[in-house]
């Protein structure tokens, strides 16, 4: 089975465009298509964009509770990674969380709408992809 990490763009984009493709693979997680990974780094990154980024809040609908509920999802829903690698490989050390995530994992795919994860393409095994081209993949791999 694959194991799968994403980015908290990814998963801020499944929580506020619930029937797009990032909606749709953490859909396809959820009925264990694949292993989806996580860190809490991850998911913190992601609780704290969602309540504190305005944009998000003039553009979409939601509460904080709606925040609180979808991290309490994730949590149950995903498994949680640790102890994760010092790893200096992006430009933002942020992004080296999310790549670190993924290694400690021993995913086979990053899925990331950030342009500093995609530009790297693989990172010690791990293929980072946008989360349309793992749609992709995933149709191609289990079709309907």
């Not at 509460?63 to 949680?80: H, I, K, P, W």
């Amino acid at each position: 089975m694959l194991k799968v990490v994403f980015d908290s763009t990814t998963l801020v984009s499944a929580f506020l465009r619930k029937g797009g493709a990032t909606g749709a693979l953490l859909e396809r997680a959820v009925q264990g298509e694949y292993e989806l990974y996580l860190s809490e780094v991850i998911i913190e990154e992601t609780r704290h964009v969602l309540l504190n980024r305005e944009h998000l809040r003039l553009h979409f609908s939601y509460t904080n509770l709606d925040v609180e509920e979808y991290v309490t999802l994730l949590r149950a829903s995903v498994r949680l990674v640790s102890n994760l690698p010092t790893i200096t490989v992006c430009r933002d050390p942020n992004d080296d969380i999310i790549i670190a995530t993924a290694i400690a994992a021993g995913a086979s795919h990053l899925v990331a709408r950030d342009k500093d994860l995609l530009t790297l393409v693989t990172y010690q095994g791990v293929t980072i992809l946008a989360p349309e081209a793992f749609l992709r993949l995933l149709r191609e791999r289990y079709p309907a």
